[in-house]
């Protein structure tokens, strides 16, 4: 009762910044941004932290899912929706690529191999200049020009919770049960004759389908993108969203992403401090508070409340 | 063309190599990954451009003691305690990342220049077969292959190298006999670290620094210890000559912009067909 108390309540608290669409500007424009990380930060939730995959190529499929949709709108005429679906399709096909690819390998070669990955693409990119933009990127109109600003933002808003609420169900199903049992014991599952690869490669085509989805939603609503926002630092702070926020609550990610993508945008005055700031608060909640901050808010909100009690 | 690109290559993967013997160094003996190596090295590369206007030796003497000292460091008060709490290869992973940001922070707000080149001394140039080297290249390709045969012999001969051999085959046992394994630790994690340094000196004097640099050299000689064998100094030098190759000669063929595509391509292709690299490791991540 308690799970679907905090599943109901994390859906709510996602549809808030419905509000701001009121407001517009500044505020709508970073709720937005944090959104557009918000659902890559649940993917790297459902993936690694709930599914334990170690998978490390979040900016890979989300620019895939970017790249894709771009290319194949303005490149080779595609209709806008076709290309967003095809490019969402080929981030999957890469994230279930990468699992067999790796399957035979244990542990963290797995998760280098996806991290290398991860520095790679955006080399490939810059390379692939012509196409790409490289550096200099690449504008495109897409959902804005096609339904404006306010409304897209209101699809980003309705679109995460949606895929917030399929993560949250299917973690409930048995599906979801399943995948959480190989994450903790991944021969022991086998050995009560389920078909763990079966599931993984469930779970990477899920992660892998929304997080390009994600990566089309991305450049959609920004309009550009160019391979400094794909650079393995990307990957880095999608995966630090569950982590820094706390994995094992429904609404871990949401504080997360208000921390790692909201910050920045706070501390620009001393923006070259930023790294040493991160690094430094990165460290502490890994070592001190390993849990995340969401459990953490929670006991010290329950010890407030017993006080008061006394 | 060919003998040219074999040079460059033997060159850029001699310099990659004395980052690569860092993580040797310290992945062979604390079993510990450590990713803000070369970004922990590119900062003592700046330390030493910084004060090399004063005196070259003493600005490299700087760099190198920073760099140990900091491996040092952080190796006593950060990873072994993490480590002894069960910390796995993920855990390490994120925590050394997370240094390398501090790292890289602080060379932001220090340092008044994001790219640099250090200015050390030429010697001349020699002739090798018609293709003419900078006698400095060569330098610095013997420094990184004397560096490896002093680790060696320092490994072999030494009691330090031998409770290093203890440590890292059986660290219970190596408590047990009475090794400090802790200060063992901090040591390696301390040279590691100062190699590191040495082939950022080196990098920033045949190329240049940047303040992203430190994740290239770090990722870079991370992936390249990894083909050769995690912990195998000898596969990893290898590695580091072959890679330097590959760089060199996609270099030549492609341009600049497709070296660093086709090194990693290839390292993920070993990775997936050889994951304990092509001369195996006694160690896996």
Redesign the interface.
Known sequence: MKDRYEKIGTILILLLPVAFVFRGGYLQEVTGYVYLFLIQGYVAWFLFFKSGQPFFGYSVTMAIGAYGTIVLTEMFNWPLFASIFIGAALATGIAVIMFLSTSRARGFYVSMTSFLLAILFPRLIEALQPITGGRSGLYFGGLNALVGHKTLYLLVVFLTAAIVAFFLWIMGTKTGRILTLISENDRLTQTVGLNTRKYKILAYSIAGFISGFGGALYVNYTGFISSVDIEVFTTLYIFFIPLIGGSRVFYGPILGALFVILIPELLVPVERYLRIFFGLIFILVIVLLPGGLAPNIQKLLAKISQKKDV | MILNGIITGLIMGGVLSLPVLGVAVIYGITGI?NFAIGVIGVFGGFLTWYFLSFHMGIAILIGVAFCFAIGYIIQRI?LTP?SEMGG????F???T??????????M??IFPRPSISLALPRIGTINIAGVTVEGFKIFALLFALGTLVIIRLLEEHTEIGKSWQATSQNLKLGKLIGINTNQVFSIASGIGCSLACVGAIFWGSLYNLNLMSG?DLG?LGF?IA?VGGIGNIWGGIISALIMGMVMSFSGYLLGG??Q??IL??I??LV??IA?KGILGSER??
């Open positions: 990954p950060l993490i796995d290869a993920t855990l992973f994120i925590v990342v997370s240094l390398g940001f501090v790292f890289e922070g602080l932001r707000a994740w990722f992936i990894v912009m497709w660093s595509v990693y391509f390292v993920i990775l997936i994951p896996s991540l």
